[in-house]
């Protein structure tokens, strides 16, 4: 996606009817747009960051709709550019209408509709935004649970970025120290014991550690938890489904089968979104009754290899079965399982949970509802969530791949600190490569290709 500098213009608000509809327009030289669409009295002019109720107008100075304007002057608005924001009644047809009557009085200007992100991504452009606070935006628009949405308010007021700030400037003042010395190697000083570059070094890659531990426990507030619930037939995976989701979402009956493709349901467990995906009863393709069945398998197995946790349903009242025994061995060695005793209401279990070396055993009972709450705990214990005071940063995956980077280029630099001064040059190498990959989390260091595919998810008028 490649953006230019002319004026643009987008419907801001969500598709569909509504009380208000707002179209934006950004750019410079918009005075000729005000005085062809809003009715104001001959000489008159908006006020800066003033709304101003007026009439909108089409060509043959008819009324299109009645509401208010609002003229940021730059660099006081969103994008840093000129603003103008004419907010109407919600109507899609008269809002298509408001907005085509902008582009055609733009025209000499060059007037263009808007791509998606553009207003953030000039916003990002103009210093008005990092880039953390540019993804930020989408995040908290997107955000699923209240959690989400407060940590993406906290990113995009700024302290995921003043974080990863304050870390640039220590690694940038320990590369001072390096490249001073590599420039004057005839003072013969020990530089690491001198500037205790060792001691600075373990500070910053505990500073990294935290705001990776951070970014990673809002990572799940932003992406969720993918589970799935594999068993056999009939042992009870969507009356569990049921009892987590708190709705009748799956079709419960004595017949084994019932279910024959996923059914997917997000529900929240601490504020933590968790999309629960109830699958077909695993066995065999070859024992599949029909083709519709055997379909069904399948996609339970692709489920399976894209989970963020197992739950492995077993029937207690039963005792595994030699196909269950089969079927763990199956299971991505990657991805944590739980095996979950149902139907401890006949089994004489009581409801609890054992941590053994082979995986975690939760009883439960989801006819009675006993020992639900355990297994919320233990989903988000397996997952690696961790309640904690401490804010967190609603990251995306190419801000913990950058962390891990730059850790990883800590680490480097650790193994050539043990060599004393003898590897100086290498020393500060890896230094610059840490600055150079947190630097890419806020955007220093970002190229347009990943600028591009950031702001293409953004919405129209966002």
Same mark, same amino acid.
């Given at each position: 996606?490649?953006?230019?500098?002319?004026?643009?213009?987008?419907?801001?608000?969500?598709?569909?009817?509504?009380?208000?509809?707002?179209?934006?327009?950004?750019?410079?030289?918009?005075?000729?747009?005000?005085?062809?669409?809003?009715?104001?009295?001959?000489?008159?002019?908006?006020?800066?960051?003033?709304?101003?109720?007026?009439?909108?107008?089409?060509?043959?100075?008819?009324?299109?709709?009645?509401?208010?304007? +609002?003229?940021?002057?730059?660099?006081?608005?969103?994008?840093?550019?000129?603003?103008?924001?004419?907010?109407? !009644?919600?109507?899609?047809?008269?809002?298509?209408? +408001?907005?085509?009557?902008?582009?055609?009085?733009?025209?000499?200007?060059?007037?263009?509709?808007?791509?998606?992100?553009?207003?953030?991504?000039?916003?990002?452009?103009?210093?008005? #935004?990092?880039?953390?606070?540019?993804?930020?935006?989408?995040?908290?628009?997107?955000?699923?649970?209240?959690?989400?949405?407060?940590?993406?308010?906290?990113?995009?007021?700024?302290?995921?970025?003043?974080?990863? !700030?304050? *870390?640039?400037?220590?690694?940038?003042?320990?590369?001072?120290?390096?490249?001073?010395?590599?420039?004057?190697?005839?003072?013969?000083?020990?530089?690491?014991?001198?500037?205790?570059?060792?001691?600075?070094?373990?500070?910053?890659?505990?500073?990294?550690?935290?705001?990776?531990?951070?970014?990673?426990?809002?990572?799940?507030?932003?992406?969720?938890?993918?589970?799935?619930?594999?068993?056999?037939?009939?042992?009870?995976?969507?009356? #569990?489904?049921?009892?987590?989701?708190?709705?009748?979402?799956?079709?419960?009956?004595?017949?084994?089968?019932?279910?024959?493709?996923?059914?997917?349901?997000?529900?929240?467990?601490?504020?933590?979104?968790?999309?629960?995906?109830?699958?077909?009863?695993?066995?065999? /393709?070859?024992?599949?009754?029909?083709?519709?069945?055997?379909?069904?398998?399948?996609?339970? =197995?692709?489920?399976?290899?894209?989970?963020?946790?197992?739950?492995?349903?077993?029937?207690?009242?039963?005792?595994?079965?030699?196909?269950?025994?089969?079927?763990?061995?199956?299971?991505?060695?990657?991805?944590?399982?739980?095996? /979950? =005793?149902?139907?401890?209401?006949?089994?004489?279990?009581?409801?609890?949970?054992?941590?053994?070396?082979?995986?975690? !055993?939760?009883?439960?009972?989801?006819?009675?509802?006993?020992?639900?709450? *355990?297994?919320?705990?233990? *989903?988000?214990?397996?997952?690696? =969530?961790?309640?904690?005071?401490?804010? #967190?940063?609603?990251?995306?995956?190419?801000?913990?791949?950058?962390?891990?980077?730059?850790?990883? !280029?800590?680490?480097?630099?650790?193994?050539?600190?043990?060599?004393?001064?003898?590897?100086?040059? #290498?020393?500060?190498?890896?230094?610059?490569?840490?600055?150079?990959?947190?630097?890419?989390?806020?955007?220093?260091?970002?190229?347009?290709? +990943?600028?591009?595919?950031?702001?293409?998810?953004?919405?129209?008028?966002?």
């Amino acid at each position: 996606m490649t953006f230019d500098s002319l004026p643009i213009a987008a419907i801001a608000t969500a598709p569909g009817r509504g009380g208000i509809g707002v179209v934006r327009i950004s750019g410079k030289n918009l005075d000729a747009v005000i005085a062809a669409v809003c009715g104001l009295a001959p000489g008159a002019q908006l006020v800066p960051r003033h709304a101003t109720y007026t009439t909108f107008l089409d060509r043959e100075r008819g009324m299109i709709d009645q509401g208010l304007a +609002l003229h940021f002057k730059a660099p006081h608005s969103y994008t840093g550019e000129d603003v103008l924001e004419l907010q109407g !009644h919600g109507g899609p047809v008269v809002l298509q209408m +408001l907005l085509a009557r902008c582009l055609e009085a733009g025209q000499e200007i060059g007037l263009r509709l808007a791509q998606p992100g553009e207003f953030t991504h000039r916003a990002f452009l103009n210093d008005k #935004l990092d880039l953390t606070q540019a993804e930020a935006v989408a995040d908290l628009i997107e955000a699923s649970t209240e959690a989400a949405a407060k940590s993406a308010s906290q990113s995009l007021s700024g302290v995921f970025s003043k974080a990863i !700030h304050d *870390l640039v400037a220590q690694v940038i003042h320990l590369r001072m120290l390096v490249e001073a010395t590599l420039d004057f190697p005839e003072e013969e000083i020990d530089f690491l014991e001198k500037s205790d570059a060792r001691g600075q070094l373990v500070r910053i890659r505990a500073v990294l550690t935290q705001i990776f531990n951070q970014a990673a426990q809002g990572a799940m507030l932003r992406d969720g938890l993918n589970i799935v619930l594999a068993g056999q037939p009939n042992v009870g995976k969507s009356s #569990l489904l049921n009892v987590l989701a708190g709705s009748e979402v799956a079709i419960v009956t004595p017949i084994a089968g019932t279910t024959r493709d996923k059914v997917t349901e997000t529900i929240q467990i601490e504020g933590v979104p968790v999309n629960i995906i109830d699958t077909a009863g695993i066995r065999d /393709v070859a024992d599949a009754g029909d083709e519709v069945e055997r379909i069904g398998i399948e996609r339970t =197995w692709a489920a399976v290899a894209h989970a963020d946790v197992i739950l492995h349903i077993l029937d207690a009242s039963m005792g595994p079965t030699r196909a269950d025994e089969q079927f763990i061995d199956r299971f991505p060695t990657n991805v944590p399982v739980m095996r /979950v =005793w149902n139907k401890i209401d006949l089994s004489g279990h009581k409801p609890g949970v054992d941590r053994m070396e082979d995986a975690t !055993h939760v009883y439960l009972s989801a006819t009675d509802r006993v020992g639900i709450d *355990l297994l919320r705990n233990e *989903l988000l214990r397996l997952a690696g =969530w961790q309640q904690t005071g401490e804010s #967190l940063y609603l990251a995306r995956e190419r801000h913990l791949i950058a962390l891990k980077a730059a850790r990883n !280029h800590l680490d480097a630099a650790e193994q050539l600190a043990a060599q004393s001064d003898q590897a100086l040059d #290498l020393f500060a190498e890896e230094l610059r490569l840490t600055q150079e990959r947190l630097g890419s989390i806020t955007g220093e260091f970002s190229s347009d290709d +990943l600028l591009g595919v950031i702001f293409s998810r953004f919405c129209i008028g966002k």
